[in-house]
């Protein structure tokens, strides 16, 4: 079974606009799930869909909420997400960043009372569109144990940068765990083994079965590294941002209780430091010492761009086991699946 980008937004909107959320909330969540699904990232597209149609059935994502600012000055806010959908609250709190950000060349805005919101750069990119740096972080459910240990304290902890210019897609978009969960849910799905060396077991043992994963914990990327990172994040997206922190994260994975998260969103406005013509000049000119120098290299965005460019237009597939679970969403609200397949 297949489905191309332009269905599945169009599939997305019904299913939404069917539970009763309104058009342009429903296209902003429809937009982040074609997002993930077009850059390569299906383990936050249409795969992750049924998470969030049972925190709806919860009464965990509230499709009638709407965020609302709690404190602000010129260059921060504090948003409280009221439980609506992730996309929507991370989407709202993104363009008030930008906007602020115009106006002083840089502005952060945190979320707390929002939910999971799909692939982090989703919302980096949304300040690049507008010619600024965006920078999204968020922390998650705990997966990742402290270093030497076996019990999950910090979150997977995206961290997503992507930077303006007129030639090149610039973003990096990665969780600090070595693997997003959303991939070990992906692989057991699918019936698949995970790469060796990035999760453990309940005891703490090496494991490449997804089930015995997500009872354990994942690594975090680069050893000492990763994990410093990932505890940096905990902080900047749980008590900055007044949301929960360490094991008092829930709600990312387990869509059955109230998600108590965090997000900070940052955007810079180059042109408030050297200029936005000049910075895209340097930075372009770095970019192309990198392609001189190693002109096999991968730049940071490159691998998104090409999956962009080659699945936008394509049917892409979508597992038997996906299929079954969107058929019953689809049939619970009256829509025919096999009108937007392919
Ligand atoms: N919503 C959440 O709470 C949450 C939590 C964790 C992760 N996520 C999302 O999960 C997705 C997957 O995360 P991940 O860490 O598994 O991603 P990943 O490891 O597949 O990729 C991370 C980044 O590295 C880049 N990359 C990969 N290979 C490269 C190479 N050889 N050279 C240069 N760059 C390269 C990718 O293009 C990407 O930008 C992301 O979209 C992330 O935002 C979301």
New binding site residues.
Partial sequence: MKINARDEKRLVMEILTKWGLNEDNAEIVADATVD?DL???T??GLGRFNQYIVGIEHNNINLHGEIEIETETDAVALINGNYTF?QISAYKAMKIAIEKAKKLGISAVGTHNSN??????FYADLAVKEGLIGIVL???APAIAPLGGKTPVL??????ISIPSDNTFI?????????????LLEAKRKGEKIPEGIALDGDGNPTTDPVEALKGSILP?GAHKGYALAFMIEILTGPLVGAGYGTGVQG?ADPTVKST?GDLFIAIDPEKFVGREVFKEKTDDFINELRTTTPN????????SKNIENRTDKCLDIDPELYKILNSICEEVNINLDDYTC
């Fill in positions: 993930a850059k390569g990232f383990s936050h992730g999971h919101f799909g692939v982090t750069g968020a922390n998650t979150g997977t902890n995206p961290i997503a973003a990096t978009d990665m969780a600090t765990s070595a693997s997003a969960r959303g991939k990327f990312t998260k290299t991968i730049v940071p965005g490159d691998i998104e």
